[in-house]
């Protein structure tokens, strides 16, 4: 079964720190660009960061920017979101998701090939 599964979330103080992780169960991420994703209760799924394929340049939105950082592991089967400096608006699922391109080109949920099941990130004292 092809499939990208999440692990890694759980509860957090304000400031400190995760790592998620997305591995391809069925596949390997050879040609996939990465997007990580994150939905708050109510709200719509917003992009995060994505890593391209080619050239493996990170992009993020300005919410995180200077917290997050987006690498994959040398097996080419995972990818991982470091977060440092967590806010307790970064609450949230969060997702990541594989399209078959070559670099990043935005956070259209319909250009993503496979998604992961998600997986919590609580930020709360």
């Known amino acids: 079964q092809v499939q990208l599964v999440e692990s890694g979330g759980g509860l957090v103080q304000p400031g400190g720190s995760l790592r998620l992780s997305c591995a391809a169960v069925?596949?390997?991420?050879?040609?996939?660009?990465i997007g990580w994703f994150r939905q708050a209760p109510g709200k719509e799924r917003e992009g995060v960061g994505c890593?391209?394929?080619?050239?493996?340049?990170?992009y993020f939105a300005d919410s995180v920017k200077g917290r997050f950082t987006i690498s994959r592991g040398n097996a080419k089967k995972t990818a991982y979101l470091q977060m440092n400096s967590l806010k307790p608006e970064d609450t949230a699922v969060y997702y990541c998701?594989?399209?078959?391109?070559?670099?990043?080109?935005?956070?259209?949920?319909?250009?993503?090939?496979?998604w992961g099941q998600g997986t919590q990130v609580t930020v709360s004292s």
């Open positions: 890593i391209s394929y080619s050239d493996g340049s990170t």
């Open positions: 998701a594989a399209e078959m391109a070559p670099g990043c080109s935005g956070y259209v949920l319909t250009l993503y090939d496979y």
């Open positions: 069925g596949f390997t991420l050879d040609y996939y660009t």
